[in-house]
């Protein structure tokens, strides 16, 4: 049953350092999304890349936010210098087109 | 204004019973609807598709409305294993928009 991982599923850091969270996507898939949900807002879409290209990344705060996908097996999103309002889960997700994703089971991400 | 707008309930129901609602979007160049299933402390997960002549799955129907612009997802004899929360998510230029979500509760 091939499936989305993310990694680390949990991290708890201070404000100020680097976060990096990564996602391997279902392999075959073109298409890898990340998302980022709070209580307050909901699920939003921070970036998105098809066939390793970054297509939309409107979403993402860029003085502090990057996202990459060195190769089809691998995204990685990462946040410098991280910040307590960054706390959220976030999450990937990757599909053969936008109308069908499939979720990986995110990052917890507490900054104190 | 937000793009997809819920009731987030909660919608506390007894085992069997039936359990409707609804979602608002706002832009009328919305392509294709869904609505996604989150359990507590887990992703989202595909649900069903809505279209426009309605569909169902099982216990699941979902309607769309394009001329007034909400979909609705109906559950029929609720079991305790549907307590979620159901997001009522609208492609829209190739990005899914996502609700904020209606929180079911069935009970036994």
């Known amino acids: 049953d091939a ?25 075959g898939h073109n298409t890898v999304f990340w998302y980022r949900q709070t209580m307050m807002q909901g699920l939003e879409l921070l970036a998105y890349f098809r066939n390793r290209a970054p297509l939309d990344d409107s979403g993402m705060p860029k003085d502090r936010f990057s996202a990459e996908m ?3 097996t691998l995204a990685t999103l990462k946040i410098q210098p991280s910040e307590p309002r960054d706390s959220a889960v976030y999450f ?6 936008t109308d069908t994703q499939y979720f990986g089971p995110g990052t917890r991400l507490t900054v104190l | 204004r937000k793009e997809v707008e819920q009731d987030p309930g909660p919608f506390n129901v007894p085992e069997g019973a039936t359990v409707a609602f609804n979602c608002t979007y706002s832009n009328s160049a919305s392509q294709s609807f869904f609505w996604y299933r989150q359990d ?4 989202p ?3 069903m598709s809505v279209y426009s002549s309605g569909n169902e ?7 769309l409305n394009r001329a007034s612009q909400y979909i609705s997802l109906l559950i029929r004899d ?6 979620a929360t159901y997001l009522c998510v609208v492609n829209i230029r190739s990005k899914l928009s996502f609700g904020a979500g209606t929180t079911v509760t069935v009970r036994a």
Do not use: W
């Open chain 1, 92 to 97: 990937c997700a990757s599909g053969l087109r």
């Open chain 2, 45 to 47: 997960k595909l649900l």
């Open chain 2, 78 to 83: 609720s079991k305790l294993s549907d307590s």
């Open chain 1, 70 to 72: 060195p190769d089809a």
């Open chain 1, 3 to 27: 499936r989305v991982t993310q990694t680390p599923r949990d991290k708890v850091t201070e404000m100020g350092q680097e976060v990096t969270m990564r996602c391997q996507p279902i392999l």
């Open chain 2, 57 to 63: 799955d099982g216990r699941f129907t979902a309607q």
């Open chain 2, 40 to 43: 507590c402390r887990k992703e």
